[in-house]
């Protein structure tokens, strides 16, 4: 599958290639620390990933890391899991998120936007002092470095402040989404066991109020470490008993005081679950993500202070981190808190016009709902400000590349990025200075040696093989929360070729050196860029007494589309009536989360196993994306292999 004489979509201009940063950025380290000054950013990234340790020391010079005590050396292991970077160095995050405060107080760091897409600016010198204030008043509850921070927030500046107060004081973060039920919040803080709990009494989204005060104090029930609440009302309730007021915590006039801690100190805790078990608790670090989102947002995303900055994005996915990490390049964010789609399905196009947004980020599946429902952006709104429009969450198709640039702009930058949750970052995507074919991502991150592999661990060119990055990277977990001993964190990534990160996507590094996503080759559920793991789908069902069993499978289409069936095993004499179909679906929409609401509920005979018991989610896809049942599964590993019959009749009438 040679791509090699394909022409591009998108060219940039000589003019624009001079301007990039990573253009400045590539001559300074020519000068400085021996990058190639020629080869463009071929040349680039094969210096980043051979001098992986001369890189990262210029990556930290350019944007002027603060240690505030220098480190020992860049990289004091190199072995994966376990690489140890910048040790014997400190630093704080929140005090360069919050650089721009001091030269640029009275312009815009954030920009609210609510449905009724009016934007709301918070200046630096506003989001400094409640920042300081905030951080002030958690010294004062008694929060310590390496204590946990809960948020179950909507993305809105609340959310932001909180955030960067808890860094601050060196506190590690975690938050979840309100429309987030209350076991799926649970099994994610219960793991971390926070002692403060921001929360909201409620959220709009849709034109609607949604209440959350029920799941509040049930999560102040089921959380016994925390030792204070604070209320945001959202929706103008009273702070319910004993909890502490928002107000009355970020009023102060406080200048922020940054504790300064070591280069692996925690941030945050994000989740991304597996197929069993509970979701995993992923500890990544604040130097690491520091050095990483630096490298990320200013040279391949571009961006710097006269940027504004808007991805569509939940507090319960790693976007909202990237998004926020905005703020680090002196850029402006733009917060928006509601639905993707209202009032209409443009509505986040109205959203970009009206804040000018110049980096608008959105999920492949809103391009395709656009393309499908007859959007036209460019004739509808003044898009002139955006120069980029990324996607991520799923691979997005070349209709959907074909349609931005016949719908926005035939000059604009399309950067489909594609990452993880358990990196906090971009793997490949956005690079300025190259050029865009229809459903390529445009090359490998800098840093980052990412490779096609086959299963004997020898690297492809134009065949699909599994997405490997073989040198470590500093915003890899640190560890995982609760995994003592780092077993789950090994064989999360580490299993299947020892000492080599394996995702678990399937990619085509093609021979010019842009890189095609296949979509997920493990079962996680990838639902919107939001990645929830099938045991908190079975969970939910099967509390139900008319649910004996249940198998939820997701698929990735080749429109761009996700089809999540979930497969009902029946209690007997029970029947999937309307009634039922509707308890079901109530139950994941308001345990789990409204995103995971199956798109089918089918009955089916049986659910099959292997011989250990394990519900073989992988094969079944593979089923129902056409493989034959002797390539999708080991016969004898099954528990009742007649089961299958049902998954490869389905896939023939689908097909």
């Given at each position: 599958?040679?791509t090699?004489n394909a022409?591009?979509l998108?060219?940039?201009d000589?003019?624009?290639?001079a ?5 400045e ?19 680039l990234?094969?210096?980043?990933v051979?001098?992986?340790?001369t890189f990262w ?7 002027d890391?603060?240690?505030?005590t ?5 990289l004091?292991?190199r072995?994966m899991p ?5 040790p014997?160095a400190?630093?704080?995050?929140a ?20 449905e009724?897409?009016?934007p709301?600016p918070?200046t ?7 920042v ?10 008694g929060v ?7 948020g179950y ?5 609340q959310?932001?402040?909180?955030f ?8 590690v973060?975690?938050s979840?989404?309100?429309d ?5 919040v649970?099994d ?5 066991e926070?002692?403060?709990l ?9 034109g609607k ?7 509040v ?14 209320h945001i009302?959202?929706?103008g309730?009273d702070?319910?008993?004993?909890a502490?007021d ?9 200048e922020?005081?940054?504790d ?6 925690p941030?945050?805790?994000?989740y991304?679950?597996?197929?069993t078990?509970?979701?995993?608790a992923?500890?990544?670090?604040q130097?690491?993500i ?8 200013g040279?391949h995303c ?5 940027d ?5 994005t ?8 990237f ?7 002196g850029?402006t ?6 639905s993707?789609?209202?009032?209409d ?12 947004a110049t ?16 959007v036209?952006p460019a004739?509808d ?7 980029c ?8 198709p070349p209709?959907g ?22 990196v ?8 300025p200075t ?5 459903g390529?991502?445009?090359?490998p ?6 490779q ?5 661990g ?6 699909v093989g ?15 929360w ?11 990534y580490?299993?299947v070729?020892p000492?080599?990160w394996r995702h ?14 296949h ?7 990838n639902?919107?860029?939001v ?6 789908i ?7 007494p ?19 069936p979930l ?7 029970a ?23 199956p ?7 049986g ?8 519900r ?9 994306q056409?493989t ?5 599964v080991?016969?004898?590993s099954?528990d ?16």
């Amino acid at each position: 599958m040679s791509t090699a004489n394909a022409l591009p979509l998108w060219q940039p201009d000589p003019e624009r290639i001079a301007r990039a940063r990573i253009t400045e950025f590539q001559s300074w380290a020519a000068r400085h620390h021996g990058a190639p000054a020629e080869g463009g950013y071929a040349a680039l990234h094969r210096w980043s990933v051979e001098e992986l340790e001369t890189f990262w020391t210029a990556v930290a010079q350019w944007f002027d890391v603060r240690f505030s005590t220098p480190p020992d050396r860049v990289l004091a292991d190199r072995s994966m899991p376990g690489a140890q970077w910048f040790p014997g160095a400190t630093l704080n995050y929140a005090e360069h998120a919050l650089r721009a405060a001091a030269d640029r107080p009275d312009a815009p760091a954030l920009l609210h936007v609510d449905e009724t897409h009016e934007p709301r600016p918070v200046t630096w010198a506003e989001l400094s002092r409640q920042v300081g204030s905030l951080a002030a008043e958690l010294r004062a509850l008694g929060v310590r470095p390496g204590d946990r921070v809960s948020g179950y927030l909507p993305n809105v500046p609340q959310a932001v402040v909180a955030f960067l107060a808890t860094a601050a004081v060196g506190g590690v973060w975690t938050s979840c989404a309100p429309d987030f039920g209350a076991r799926s919040v649970l099994d994610r803080f219960q793991q971390v066991e926070p002692v403060v709990l921001f929360t909201v009494d409620g959220y709009r989204y849709g034109g609607k109020e949604h209440d959350r005060r029920d799941v509040v104090a049930e999560l102040r029930r089921e959380l016994p470490t925390l030792r204070a609440v604070v209320h945001i009302p959202l929706l103008g309730t009273d702070a319910p008993d004993g909890a502490l007021d928002w107000s009355s915590l970020t009023s102060a006039d406080t200048e922020p005081v940054f504790d300064q801690v070591p280069f692996d100190h925690p941030l945050w805790v994000l989740y991304s679950s597996g197929t069993t078990g509970l979701p995993k608790a992923i500890v990544q670090s604040q130097g690491g993500i520091l050095l990483e989102h630096l490298k990320q947002l200013g040279l391949h995303c571009d961006l710097g202070p006269e940027d504004r900055f808007f991805w569509y994005t939940s507090t319960g996915w790693m976007m909202w981190n990237f998004l926020v990490s905005g703020l680090l390049t002196g850029t402006t964010i733009v917060l928006y808190d509601g639905s993707p789609g209202y009032p209409d399905t443009a509505a986040q196009w109205r959203i970009a016009e009206r804040t000018g947004a110049t980096l608008y980020g959105t999920s492949a599946a809103y391009v395709m709902a656009c393309r499908k429902a007859g959007v036209h952006p460019a004739r509808d709104f003044d898009l002139s400000a955006v120069q980029c429009v990324a996607t991520t969450g799923s691979p997005l198709p070349p209709d959907g590349f074909q349609w931005l640039h016949d719908e926005v702009r035939d000059d604009l930058w399309i950067a489909s990025v594609s990452g993880g949750t358990d990196v906090c970052s971009c793997f490949a995507g956005a690079v300025p200075t190259l050029p865009v074919h229809v459903g390529e991502l445009q090359a490998p991150c800098l840093g980052t040696d990412l490779q096609s592999w086959d299963p004997a661990g020898r690297p492809l060119t134009d065949e699909v093989g599994e997405l490997v990055v073989t040198n470590p990277m500093p915003s890899m977990p640190v560890h995982f929360w609760n995994d003592p001993d780092g077993s789950r964190y090994h064989d999360s990534y580490f299993d299947v070729y020892p000492g080599v990160w394996r995702h678990g996507d399937w990619i085509t590094v093609t021979s010019r050196g842009s890189v095609i996503i296949h979509g997920r080759s493990d079962s996680t559920l990838n639902r919107q860029g939001v990645r929830m793991g099938s045991a908190d789908i079975y969970e939910a069902v099967e509390r139900l007494p008319e649910i004996r069993e249940s198998l939820v499978i997701g698929i990735e289409q080749p429109d761009g589309g996700y089809w999540m069936p979930l497969f009902v095993h029946l209690a007997p004499g029970a029947t999937l009536d309307d009634a039922l179909l509707d308890r079901i679906k109530q139950t994941i929409r308001r345990e789990v989360s409204p995103r995971h609401v199956p798109d089918e509920v089918i009955e089916v005979p049986g659910i099959p196993h292997t011989l250990t018991g394990k519900r073989i989610e992988v094969p079944v896809k593979r089923l129902l994306q056409g493989t034959p049942l002797e390539k999708a599964v080991n016969p004898g590993s099954i528990d009742d292999l007649g089961l299958l019959a049902f998954y490869e009749d389905l896939a023939r009438k689908r097909a």
